[in-house]
């Protein structure tokens, strides 16, 4: 099999825009000292999703138990900090317009309360279509009214779902114009949000079309999705994570490609698979945003959703997404360059049964002398000069954290 080497795009170090010391401008003298304004998904969105396990089954009563979850599972103190309602809590507009959530969902702002009263945010799903994805009610030509009473509600976060803008873009006379109509649907969004006053999380859904990594921030998106639907199997989750080679240089502090929601502990992969799901997430930089019950955790996927390490990874502050340095047939070696000169280093195996694998640190851009950390097996393999050498299980990873 021909051996493919993909040099590390040099992008990836373009200037992160960090809100940091760097950019803050000199304060006139005698001025009161401004504290940094926290931007918005500085490090990617982590938390919660109802979709991927509860579809339309989800309620009041299922948010309050999964924001108690979090909490009691030790979520909220690794970084969960999103709940987020997705498609079906939609209900009618009252006579001013007013969208008013379904009767799943008797009183949005006592619940948004509940939420933030345990340290948590709340989000929200809708549509720039009529209609969303489910066929429930979107908030085309109702924009600016939708996000004021996310406000009101006290709303943290919102995931736009282009499907029912799709029919009206298949009416359009040029694909040229149906992408404008995307863009300006986007725009639109993006604007009433901004007029509210409210910071809220932006996450664009459109399922990557139209290269949405290069024109996501630009309407605002701190978050876009870059693939279809992600469902709880192997092949699905890796035919997208491993998709994901050649977007880093499109994701920064405050504006990340979105692979889609995880699958941890919905019990249709097994551990090695999971690990794989955590460790790639973690390397592209992706939102953390769990998909599972979080009522019905075994300790097993609280572990592999709380690893401390894996988390830091995902959450490195220099924000810069890792990519695909060397593959050859199966075997994927993956890095992504950490804050103080480290580097994660995922040695993924495609292939169902173990394969050996190395990592040649000289080869991926470090000199002399390594130490190397195991972050699964939570161990310090020492310094390393020669080549480390692994049996990678089979659909399994081993994630590595190197630095000098
Ligand atoms: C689309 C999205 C999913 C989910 C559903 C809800 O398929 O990609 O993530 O939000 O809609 O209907």
């Not at 690794?78 to 799943?104: C, F, H, M, S």
């Not at 979105?258 to 955590?278: K, S």
Request: charged share 20%; proline share 6%.
């Amino acid at each position: 099999m021909k051996a493919v080497r993909l040099a590390l795009c040099a992008l990836c170090f373009v200037s992160a825009g960090l809100v940091d010391g760097s950019q803050k401008k000199a304060a006139p003298a005698r001025a009161p000292a401004l504290a940094p304004r926290p931007q918005i998904g500085a490090t990617p969105p982590m938390g919660w999703n109802s979709w991927n396990y509860f579809k339309e089954r989800v309620d009041d009563a299922t948010v309050r138990a999964q924001a108690d979850a979090m909490v009691a599972s030790g979520m909220r103190d690794a970084g969960y900090v999103y709940v987020n309602i997705d498609d079906t809590w939609e209900g009618q507009r009252d006579a001013g317009g007013v969208l008013q959530p379904n009767n799943k969902f008797p009183d949005m702002k006592a619940l948004a309360d509940y939420v933030h009263s345990k340290g948590l945010k709340l989000g929200i799903y809708s549509s720039p279509g009529p209609k969303t994805c489910a066929r429930y009610e979107g908030s085309y030509g109702h924009e600016e009214i939708d996000a004021q009473t996310w406000a009101n509600w006290g709303i943290d976060y919102l995931k736009y779902d282009l499907c029912g803008l799709r029919e009206m873009m298949r009416a359009a006379e040029s694909p040229e114009a149906a992408h404008t109509m995307m863009i300006d649907a986007y725009i639109k969004m993006r604007d009433a949000l901004k007029k509210t006053g409210r910071p809220m999380v932006y996450s664009l859904c459109q399922y990557g079309n139209d290269a949405v990594w290069q024109w996501g921030e630009s309407v605002g998106g701190n978050l876009w999705r870059t693939t279809g639907d992600i469902t709880d199997r192997y092949a699905k989750m890796a035919e997208i994570g491993f998709s994901q080679a050649g977007l880093a240089q499109y994701a920064k502090p405050g504006h990340w490609n979105d692979p889609d929601m995880l699958e941890v502990g919905n019990g249709g992969m097994n551990a090695d698979e999971y690990r794989t799901h955590m460790s790639l997430w973690a390397i592209l930089a992706a939102p953390l945003l769990a998909g599972n019950d979080l009522t019905k955790m075994t300790p097993e996927t609280i572990a592999l959703l709380t690893n401390k390490e894996v988390i830091a990874i995902d959450q490195d502050p220099a924000g810069k997404q890792g990519d695909r340095v060397w593959a050859e047939g199966p075997k994927e070696i993956w890095t992504r360059p950490l804050a103080g000169g480290a580097k994660a280093l995922g040695l993924f195996n495609r292939h169902h049964a173990p394969l050996p694998m190395q990592a040649d640190f000289a080869r991926l851009g470090f000199s002399g002398a390594v130490k190397v950390r195991d972050v699964w097996a939570a161990k310090d393999l020492g310094q390393m000069t020669a080549p480390y050498k692994a049996t990678v299980p089979g659909h399994g990873v081993v994630l590595l954290r190197v630095s000098k």
